[in-house]
Each structure stands twice: as C-alpha cells, then as structure tokens.
T-cell receptor, first 114, second 109 residues
C-alpha cells in the first residue's frame, strides 16, 4: 500500500541553524501539506502546496519557513534559523485528486532545537 | 472561527465494553470531517471521511456518524489493540485540516 515517507525520523539542531525536513508523498497525489504537533498539543496546519505553489499558509508559517518540490517526488520544509519553540513533530501529508479528499500523513520528523 | 472540540479527553474501557467518542465542530462550509488514529510517536492514520449529515461509515469495530454539529466514533467490543489517540479534524472552505485535541483511549484486558 502506498505511503508517505519522511526523513530523517529525528533531527537535533542548535538554535539559529537551518534544517531541511524531507518528504516523499504518495506518487499520484497532487496536494501536499506540512503540519506540526508540539508535544502534548493538537496537530496544527502549517502550509499547503499545489501546482508548484503555496495555496495556503498559517500564521505560524512566517518568513523563516519555506517549502519546495525540487523534483517529481520530494517535498521539503526548510526552517532557516531555528528557535527553541520550533521543537515539535513535523508531519507531511498528501491527498489525491481533490483537496477535499482524505489526507494521508507520514510518520513524522521529530525536531529538537537545543 | 473554525473549531473542533473532542470529548472525553481520556477514556478507559475494559475489553468488550462498547462506548462512543464525541467530536463537536463549528466550521464555515464543511467540506469533510475526518477521523484519524494516532499511536504514540507516530503520524495520524486515516480512518474515515464523512461529508454530509446523516452519513455513516464502518470499519471493523469502529463506526463513525455525522450530524450538522457533531460526529461520533462508536467503538463496539473494543480490544487492547484499539488503544490509541483518536483525532477528529474538519475541512472548511480551505484545504487545511483543523484538528481537535483528541481522545486518548485505553482498552485493558
């Protein structure tokens, strides 16, 4: 069964460093998302991406964040200068032909900023 | 403001003891209500999508229902392997999913 994959599973970085989180969405999906979940809190939307551009972003997704689909399979989230409060699980998700279809989530990357 | 509230926060059941989880929502133009299961340290696993009031979906011991204001996830004769956090999310006029805080279910033998 097709699934969303994410690498790395755990990333430790120092405050102020740049990190890139990587995702491989399900191959025939057209809509891509990033969410995050701070420990003990709800899953929060960050950004959606369709047709090679951002379709929506949340207040959390400020100028420190960017997304890219560098090739036909990868989808990346970059945080330019990490802060302590960026520590969280980051989930990539994808959905199929329409954005109202179910979104399938990857296993997540645990980001720890020290 | 679009919002999702789930109750109870935590639920302990004995194996075989059926129960229901509640998800109440306010959203502008509901396009879909989604149920996910999340195990500790893992990503949300898709269970159901409900699109309109009156709709029901079933999968093994789980059944999801939808009204205009809330959704229920009914668990019939649960087993220990059903222990997880169950998340409810809605999609309104935009693509993003708005999640509730979840119900942490423990089923003990």
């Amino acid at each position: 069964e097709p699934e969303v994959t994410q690498t790395p599973s755990h990333q430790v970085t120092q405050m102020g460093q740049e990190v890139i989180l990587r995702c491989v969405p399900i191959s025939n999906h057209l809509y891509f998302y990033w969410y995050r979940q701070i420990l003990g809190q709800k899953v929060e939307f960050l950004v959606s991406f369709y047709n090679n551009e951002i379709s929506e972003k949340s207040e959390i997704f400020d100028d420190q964040f960017s997304v890219e689909r560098p090739d036909g399979s990868n989808f990346t989230l970059k945080i330019r200068s990490t802060k302590l409060e960026d520590s969280a699980m980051y989930f990539c998700a994808s959905s199929g032909e329409a954005s109202s279809y179910e979104q399938y989530f990857g296993p997540g990357t645990r980001l720890t900023v020290t | 403001e679009d919002q999702v509230t789930q109750s109870p926060e935590a639920l302990r059941l004995q194996e075989g003891e059926s129960s229901s989880l509640n998800c109440s929502y306010t959203v502008s133009g509901l396009r879909g209500l989604f149920w996910y299961r999340q195990d500790p340290g893992k990503g949300p696993e898709f269970l159901f999508t409900l699109y309109s009031a009156g709709e029901e979906k079933e999968k093994e011991r789980l059944k999801a229902t939808l009204t205009k204001k809330e959704s229920f996830l009914h668990i019939t004769a649960p087993k220990p392997e059903d222990s997880a956090t169950y998340l409810c999310a809605v999609q309104g006029n935009t693509d993003k999913l708005i999640f509730g805080t979840g119900t942490r279910l423990q089923v003990f033998p």
